[in-house]
């Protein structure tokens, strides 16, 4: 509101972005205001159930109170209901929010005009080129001076010659520089999970 507000400021294009505490709030604000044209979370998402170690979340006593907890603080329910751009880095360690949880506020938010990107083997922290990917993401859905990001496919698995092979594409008109498929087999574990995988 206050934002909205200040004469340098465009009503029309606010986004909001916030790493940690700050990108569950971002998330939850993206989902609950519809004047914000496009967001962006370091690190963490919504459903909390599927593995969260907040101290707020851990302190619920039952399923009761965990039922409050999704349908108010819980960020991923409001954007399931509208859909905004937005874009979450990842980091697959990170022993706040938990990858599964993180993945499935992705899967289920609105809109087709959402990413996530996974940083392998990083705690609560994302490289360089991480936290410049989700500053980027305002500069194409805010200031329009930016392509935007590529759009991948569904990541194809099939048994050829007696080999798995994977297959994607994507579209988009940015040159694509490299693309990187990490396999670790067996389930997605919560807290450093990852690094005890094949």
């Known amino acids: 509101?206050?934002?909205?507000?200040?004469?340098?400021?465009?009503?029309?294009?606010?986004?909001?972005?916030?790493?940690?505490?700050?990108?569950?709030?971002?998330?939850?604000i993206a989902g609950a205001d519809a004047r914000?044209?496009?967001g962006a979370s370091f690190f963490v998402g919504g459903n909390h159930r599927l593995g969260s170690n907040f101290p707020q979340f851990q302190a619920l006593r039952d399923e009761k109170e965990i039922e409050a907890w999704d349908r108010t603080i819980d960020p991923?329910?409001?954007l399931r209901q509208r859909a905004v751009p937005f874009i979450w880095g990842i980091a697959a360690n990170d022993n706040w929010m938990h990858l599964p949880s993180a993945v499935k506020t992705y899967e289920d938010a609105a809109g087709t005009d959402k990413r996530m990107f996974i940083v392998p083997?990083?705690?609560?922290?994302?490289?360089?080129?991480?936290?410049?990917?989700?500053?980027?993401?305002?500069?194409?859905?805010?200031?329009?001076?930016l392509a935007p990001y590529n759009q991948p496919s569904a990541l194809k698995v099939a048994n050829e010659d007696n080999k798995l092979v994977a297959r994607w594409?994507?579209?988009g008109t940015r040159r694509a520089k490299a693309a990187t498929l990490v396999v670790c087999y067996g389930a997605v574990r919560p807290w450093h999970g990852w690094v005890r995988r094949y």
Do not use: M
């Open 169 to 171: 594409t994507w579209t």
């Open 36 to 38: 914000v044209k496009a």
């Open 76 to 78: 991923a329910w409001r």
């Open 1 to 28: 509101t206050y934002l909205a507000q200040r004469p340098e400021a465009d009503p029309d294009r606010i986004g909001v972005a916030g790493s940690s505490y700050g990108g569950l709030f971002a998330t939850l």
């Open 121 to 145: 083997n990083w705690s609560h922290g994302l490289p360089d080129a991480g936290d410049q990917t989700l500053l980027n993401w305002f500069d194409i859905h805010l200031r329009k001076t």
